[in-house]
């Protein structure tokens, strides 16, 4: 096991170095107390401000940016391929400058506003670029370059409209008028997802900060084992179970492969399945993480925020979409290891599922309370205080004593919290700008109209623009960048053309996650092939085609959104037309896993899997006539290649003979 801890160190690394904008520095001696500090203080105020204080929102926005403005500069170095294990001159003077910029609004907010009736003066306008520039820096820095070019992109257009040509043309807006709107106001850089940021999405960081410190992702990748290490396959299941259960916490695919990767993918690689498909099937699981409730990587939260509806509301629909991918995947490795031949792992090396339940299985508790309070109308922020809570409670009930949240351990997870915040939140202050200047110059509604005009009005080429968009625009960003940056520029098309807007919102967010995966930039497949020793881009493409039916199931949600547990019509949602559509849509996408896996009883003929395909979209595309007829088809064909199969078997028996 120890070996398996220091892979799993070694990946995690790899993983942040292949994140956009690189890894952490590794800070030793009075630099990492510095930050160790920081962290601690930035998790303290964030429980206070979200419980135990009315501070107000803009303070309590404009306080959090602070922290993590210092906290990216003095973690993240300049370049990426620096190893400088101390702070720099430039890290000194851009948390300076970020200080002097949040602290100078923090002072004068109430003069700008309230003594001045919202009239700038010329020194408001010097601190509020000081700040929107240290925010480029820092957005560089922490998430890459492509969010800062988009908010560059976005400035140069909000300034200099009249210059661009056709649709995109428009007025102008005054560089003073600008700034104001960025900083001064909360239609910027301290709207809605910094806002989210600072509440729901730093609670349940944390919460996942604590749980991780209870010894809880142990207790999952046990408890996978002993579900699914026995079966054909086993540790390939174990993989998709290990990683759908931390993903959705996670909020990367990328840092969920180089954790839970470490562990399964040699598993999977002991048992004879191949480099390249132990890697994509661990890029395809930990990808799905995203889409997983209830957390979904802490987009659930925004997307509730975007939509004007109830946290449960998200989580809910996105439960059969979720569980139809992670089938999928269980199918599609279970075909694979058929057709290998493969067996599980043995009896001894299989965790005892009583065992580990009667030592640890208290701490899956916190994980129900979450759910539980979600579900009966508490806010996320209480949730998130309730999991806390309940993770200290459920760590002291365990026998293993190295599991109990202890002073040592509490002030770890303050840490591992404090650190995990900064990227989502620099990404969330950063697009703000961009959700800002689509909101200004009307840039979204006008694409959304002018997508549905240039083609026709016709949805399905529609949805297929979209799709594209999406899957470049979110190349490399974690969940919440990508859920924002696709939900202000592709989601409004989705809807003026007619789809629900919660189901235009999963099929521009499901598409982005998918980015992770979708070659050339697939940075969950590479981080995936390194563990696994693999090529790099044949990993890439087989993680994709493990997961296609999750390139199909959008499609689907968009065209009836009963998937999502929504009435096509707005109504209310019949609960046998919610089973129908479950049993059907799983049996469509067991046969979409037979057809690309090319196997049953043995393998298919071409006619075999084209009809076999064709009989899956219509088995997962909801309607009484797909059905019967997805049905029909996929039952010819199974009845026809099991003759076929036994009518060869017989043969060569005689043959034998």
């Known amino acids: 096991m120890s070996n398996v801890k220091g892979d799993a160190v070694t990946a995690n690394q790899q993983g942040l170095d292949k994140e956009a904008g690189g890894g952490m520095r590794v800070l030793h001696g009075s630099y990492a107390k510095v930050v160790a500090i920081l962290a601690i203080l930035l998790s303290i105020f964030s429980i206070y401000s979200n419980g135990l204080s009315n501070i107000q929102e803009i303070y309590r926005n404009l306080i959090f940016l602070g922290f993590i403005l210092v906290l990216t500069f003095l973690l993240y170095p300049a370049r990426s391929s620096s190893k400088s294990g101390r702070f720099t001159l430039a890290d000194y003077l851009f948390v300076a400058l970020a200080i002097l910029g949040v602290g100078y609004l923090i002072i004068n907010y109430t003069t700008i506003h309230v003594d001045r009736g919202s009239q700038p003066i010329l020194i408001d306008y010097i601190f509020g670029a000081i700040t929107i520039l240290v925010l480029f820096e820092a957005a560089r820095r922490a998430v890459g370059l492509f969010i800062p070019i988009l908010c560059g992109i976005s400035v140069i257009y909000a300034l200099f409209g009249t210059i661009f040509p056709w649709i995109f043309g428009h007025a102008g807006f005054s560089l003073e008028r600008l700034l104001y709107r960025l900083y001064m106001t909360t239609e910027g850089i301290l709207g809605l997802t910094l806002s989210t940021a600072s509440t ?186 309730a999991g806390i809570g309940s993770v200290i409670v459920a760590s002291w009930l365990t026998k293993d004593k190295s599991n109990r949240i202890t002073i040592k351990k509490m002030i770890e997870a303050f840490i591992d919290g404090g650190k995990g915040t900064i990227q989502v939140g620099i990404a969330c202050a950063a697009i703000g700008i961009i959700i800002c200047v689509v909101t200004m110059t009307g840039i979204g509604s006008t694409l959304a109209f002018n997508i549905v005009d240039l083609t026709g009005g016709q949805l399905w080429l529609i949805l297929i623009v979209v799709m594209l968009t999406c899957i470049v625009l979110s190349m490399g960003l974690p969940s919440t960048a990508l859920y924002i940056v696709v939900a202000v520029t592709a989601a409004p098309a989705l809807v003026e053309a007619g789809v629900q807007p919660i189901a235009a919102h999963f099929f521009v967010f499901w598409f982005g996650a998918l980015s992770n995966i979708t070659p050339p930039v697939a940075l969950a497949s590479y981080t995936a092939a390194g563990i696994a020793g693999a090529n790099a881009m044949k990993t890439s493409w087989e993680a994709l085609r493990l997961s296609l039916a999750g390139f199909i199931i959008p499609f689907m949600i968009a065209y009836n959104p009963i998937l999502l547990l929504q009435s096509p019509d707005g109504g209310s949602v019949e609960i046998l037309s919610v089973i129908l559509v479950l049993i059907t849509s799983t049996l469509g996408v067991y046969a979409l896993a037979v057809s690309m896996g090319n196997y049953l009883n043995t393998y298919l003929h071409v006619i075999e899997r084209i009809l076999l395909f064709f009989g899956a979209l219509m088995l997962i595309k909801p309607g009484i006539i797909t059905d019967v007829s997805g049905l029909a088809v996929c039952a010819l064909v199974f009845s026809i290649h099991l003759i076929r199969t036994r009518k060869e078997t017989s043969k060569g028996v005689e043959v034998n003979m």
């Open 200 to 385: 729901f999405i730093v609670m349940f960081i944390l919460f996942g900060a604590f749980l991780s410190a209870s010894g809880a992702t142990q207790l999952f990748n046990d408890l996978a084992l002993a579900i699914a290490g026995r079966k054909r396959g086993g540790p390939a299941q174990v993989a998709v179970i290990s990683s759908a259960l931390t993903g959705s916490l996670s909020g990367s695919a990328v840092a969920n492969v180089a954790t839970t990767g470490a562990f399964t993918i040699p598993l999977m690689k002991s048992i004879g399945l191949k480099p390249k498909f132990a890697g994509a099937v661990e890029a395809a699981a930990s990808t799905g993480g995203m889409i997983m409730p209830p957390i979904m990587g802490a987009a659930a939260f925004i997307m509730a925020g975007f939509l004007g509806v109830s946290y449960t509301t998200v989580i809910l629909a996105a439960i059969i979409p979720s569980f139809l991918y992670y089938i999928a995947l269980i199918f599609a490795i279970d075909i694979e290891a058929k057709k290998q031949g493969l067996k599980g792992i043995s009896k001894e090396n299989i965790p005892n599922v009583l065992q580990v339940l009667k030592e640890r299985g208290v701490l899956i508790v916190p994980i129900i309370v979450v759910i539980g309070t979600l579900l009966i109308g508490k806010t996320a922020l209480f949730a998130g205080f």
